[in-house]
């Protein structure tokens, strides 16, 4: 994905915080919003971003979703010096949801499911620590849904001999919005339709904790089984009323 990009990306700066076009492309809110009462906030890194955003910006329940940079050490960086390896972020989605209509055991469930989290520092064919998988959260109560998750996938990974998940898991404040261009890109016109992500067509079932709110008939959308599954789905969230 960077090679495309670079000429264009090298001259672009990071989102500033005087800029006024923070709307989602697809959800109609503001990208920037945070967390009511009844949200709540995690970053998730799954390969390229573009299409790890759609992924989220699909389900019932999600308020708003936006992709940016985290896990590093340089303030403000840009898409360039992150491709570069140099500041050590991770490209990634911050996701802000309706605790009320969908519970982070259906979002992780997509985290483990859309990506192969036992690839490192690598995605498909994108290669680099920007690509790493990660989840970074806030709330010191979504540390144990999260660890219980990751047992029970690396379990499921375990009977098909899929090797070892190396997802980053941390407590983190942080995040950078990327660049305008960057948000929601695969809702953009004449956007080039890509994501490296290579599920590993695993499900993630009950987990110790786990309190799925979203029915089963929603993950119908999501055929892992097809390459490319979430390129070739519309951009419209899924439409279910709980």
Same mark, same amino acid.
């Given at each position: 994905?960077?090679?495309?990009?670079?000429? $264009?990306? !090298?001259?672009?700066?990071?989102?500033?915080?005087?800029?006024?076009? &923070?709307?989602?492309?697809?959800?109609? /809110?503001?990208?920037?919003? #945070?967390?009511?009462?009844? #949200?709540?906030?995690?970053?998730?890194? +799954?390969?390229?971003?573009?299409?790890?955003?759609? +992924?989220?910006?699909?389900?019932?329940?999600?308020?708003?979703?936006?992709?940016?940079?985290?896990?590093?050490?340089?303030?403000?960086?840009? &898409? %360039?010096?992150?491709?570069?390896?140099?500041?050590?972020?991770?490209?990634?989605?911050?996701?802000?949801?309706?605790?009320?209509?969908?519970?982070? !055991?259906?979002? $992780?469930?997509?985290?483990?499911?859309?990506?192969?989290?036992?690839?490192?520092?690598?995605?498909?064919?994108? $290669?680099? /620590?920007? %690509?790493?998988?990660?989840?970074?959260?806030?709330?010191?109560?979504?540390?144990?849904?999260?660890?219980?998750?990751?047992?029970?996938?690396?379990?499921?990974?375990?009977?098909?001999?899929?090797?070892?998940? #190396?997802?980053?898991?941390?407590?983190?404040?942080? &995040? %950078?919005?990327?660049?305008?261009?960057?948000?929601?890109?695969?809702?953009?016109?004449?956007?080039?339709?890509? +994501? !490296?992500?290579?599920?590993?067509?695993?499900?993630?079932?009950?987990?110790?904790?786990?309190?799925?709110?979203?029915?089963?008939?929603?993950?119908?959308?999501?055929?892992?089984?097809?390459?490319? +599954?979430?390129?070739? !789905?519309?951009?419209?969230?899924?439409?279910?009323?709980?």
């Amino acid at each position: 994905m960077f090679e495309s990009f670079k000429k $264009l990306m !090298s001259n672009k700066k990071s989102v500033s915080t005087n800029e006024t076009n &923070y709307i989602h492309r697809i959800l109609n /809110t503001d990208i920037k919003k #945070e967390p009511k009462s009844q #949200e709540d906030e995690i970053i998730f890194g +799954c390969g390229c971003f573009w299409g790890a955003e759609k +992924c989220f910006w699909k389900l019932p329940g999600v308020t708003t979703t936006s992709v940016g940079y985290a896990g590093g050490d340089k303030k403000n960086p840009t &898409y %360039y010096e992150v491709c570069s390896g140099i500041t050590g972020h991770a490209e990634v989605v911050k996701v802000v949801w309706n605790v009320n209509k969908i519970d982070i !055991s259906d979002l $992780l469930k997509m985290f483990w499911e859309c990506h192969d989290p036992t690839q490192k520092n690598r995605q498909g064919n994108d $290669l680099g /620590t920007q %690509y790493r998988s990660t989840i970074y959260y806030k709330d010191e109560c979504n540390k144990e849904k999260i660890f219980s998750s990751k047992e029970a996938y690396q379990k499921e990974l375990n009977k098909k001999n899929l090797g070892l998940i #190396e997802t980053e898991i941390k407590k983190i404040d942080t &995040y %950078y919005y990327a660049e305008e261009y960057h948000q929601q890109y695969l809702a953009k016109e004449d956007s080039r339709q890509y +994501c !490296s992500a290579s599920p590993t067509k695993v499900k993630l079932d009950n987990f110790n904790g786990s309190n799925y709110k979203l029915p089963k008939e929603i993950w119908r959308n999501f055929n892992w089984e097809i390459e490319k +599954c979430v390129l070739r !789905s519309n951009n419209k969230p899924i439409d279910f009323d709980n």
